[in-house]
């Protein structure tokens, strides 16, 4: 194949595929408020929602954090976003339940949380909602999931929610409109790494 028939079919293949995606964002004609949740075993899913902080702070947007699981108290992303005006952080969790190992401190702890939480999901001016680790609270029994799912139903229109943590329901998943599930192929903690500034916290 001489050099400018290699151009021709690169120049045929790309207008194919411009049409496809031209047509793809054509088809895509809504807006609304979105539902996302960060699963699975792989890091990345709550230093994802908070990049996102970033993005909607690009776009004067305002940010309601609300942690459910403390197990750091010293986060970059909380020591950064606590200065932006238009971020609202909230620590509602105490640490891990294997360091706090009392049943009804935990539930009491996570639905207090929850009620903070149902409050930045009842006020329009958030224009976007990390619930991080919230699985957990779920999981363990310590919120009632379909007081959950019943909240963010409820929510503002245009109000985008990103929900984290490990082992999502199926129903929450369910309701999301983007869902992704992190892979755990490899971390640096099991070769005996502690976790680093600027990457794990
Ligand atoms: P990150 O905050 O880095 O995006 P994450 O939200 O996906 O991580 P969490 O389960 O909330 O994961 O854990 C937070 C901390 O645990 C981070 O320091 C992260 O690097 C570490 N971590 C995440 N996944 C794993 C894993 N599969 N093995 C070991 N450590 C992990
Ligand atoms: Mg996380």
């Given at each position: 194949?001489?050099?400018?028939?290699?151009?021709?079919?690169?120049?045929t293949r790309m207008q194919r595929q411009k049409k496809v995606v031209d047509a793809a964002i054509a088809r895509a004609d809504r807006t609304q408020g979105l539902l996302l949740v960060h699963t699975g075993?792989?890091?990345?899913?709550?230093?994802?929602?908070?990049?996102?902080?970033?993005?909607?702070?690009?776009?004067?947007?305002?940010?309601?954090?609300?942690?459910?699981?403390?197990?750091?108290?010293?986060?970059?992303?909380?020591?950064?976003?606590?200065?932006?005006?238009?971020?609202?952080?909230?620590?509602?969790?105490?640490?891990?339940?294997?360091?706090?190992?009392?049943?009804?401190?935990?539930?009491?702890?996570?639905?207090?949380?929850?009620?903070?939480?149902?409050?930045?999901?009842?006020?329009?001016?958030?224009?976007?909602?990390?619930?991080?680790?919230?699985?957990?609270?779920?999981?363990?029994?310590?919120?009632?999931?379909?007081?959950?799912?019943?909240?963010?139903?409820?929510?503002?229109?245009?109000?985008?929610?990103?929900?984290?943590?490990?082992?999502?329901?199926?129903?929450?998943?369910?309701?999301?409109?983007?869902?992704?599930?992190?892979?755990?192929?490899?971390?640096?903690?099991?070769?005996?790494?502690?976790?680093?500034?600027?990457?794990?916290?």
């Open positions: 194949m001489t050099d400018t028939e290699r151009a021709q079919r690169y120049q075993n792989g890091k990345g899913k709550s230093s994802s929602a908070f990049g996102m902080i970033a993005r909607a702070l690009g776009h004067g947007m305002r940010v309601g954090v609300a942690q459910f699981i403390k197990g750091r108290t010293d986060t970059g992303e909380e020591a950064f976003y606590r200065s932006q005006q238009n971020v609202i952080w909230h620590i509602l969790g105490e640490g891990f339940t294997w360091d706090t190992q009392n049943l009804e401190r935990d539930t009491e702890t996570a639905q207090r949380g929850w009620a903070v939480a149902q409050s930045m999901l009842q006020d329009p001016t958030f224009d976007l909602i990390i619930l991080d680790e919230l699985t957990y609270p779920i999981k363990f029994g310590w919120l009632d999931l379909s007081m959950v799912l019943n909240d963010l139903k409820e929510r503002p229109p245009m109000q985008h929610v990103v929900v984290t943590g490990r082992a999502a329901p199926d129903a929450l998943c369910a309701m999301a409109d983007t869902v992704t599930e992190m892979t755990d192929i490899k971390h640096a903690f099991r070769a005996g790494i502690q976790a680093q500034k600027g990457i794990d916290l």
